[in-house]
Nanobody, 118 residues
Framework: QVQLVESGGGLVQPGGSLRLSCVAS????????MGWYRQAPGKQRELVAT???????NYIGSAKGRFTISRDNAKNTAYLQMNSLKPEDTAVYYC????????????WGQGTQVTVSA
């Protein structure tokens, strides 16, 4: 069972930036796809971005062009750099270490709150 700890959230003005971090426990971090998700109040959790073991990235919807997912395998850490933030980016952000079979595993961290407001 993997443990995931997200950090880096906070209150930021529209147009601002934040960098989220996700530290994963366990070994073989580099072999896994990592994903960042978010859940806004009253909405379902949605995928924001993924990065696979080769470093190939994929972005969903409004994250394209504004967010950058990266990883540091030596630190067992995935990052989400978020620029040009908008009020609609307000959500709790979670990371997930995908299963080898594809798709998110059932293990989630506590999340980190991102609030974009003037």
């Amino acid at each position: 069972q993997v443990q995931l700890v997200e950090s880096g959230g906070g209150l930021v003005q529209p147009g601002g930036s934040l960098r989220l971090s996700c530290v994963a426990s366990g070994s073989s971090f580099s072999m896994y796809t990592m994903g960042w998700y978010r859940q806004a109040p009253g909405k379902q959790r949605e995928l924001v971005a993924t990065i696979n073991s080769s470093g190939t990235t994929n972005y969903i919807g409004s994250a394209k062009g504004r967010f950058t997912i990266s990883r540091d395998n030596a630190k067992n850490t995935a990052y989400l750099q978020m620029n040009s933030l908008k009020p609609e980016d307000t959500a709790v952000y979670y990371c997930n270490r995908w299963a080898f079979s594809g798709g998110p595993s059932p293990y989630w961290g506590q999340g980190t709150q991102v609030t974009v407001s003037a």
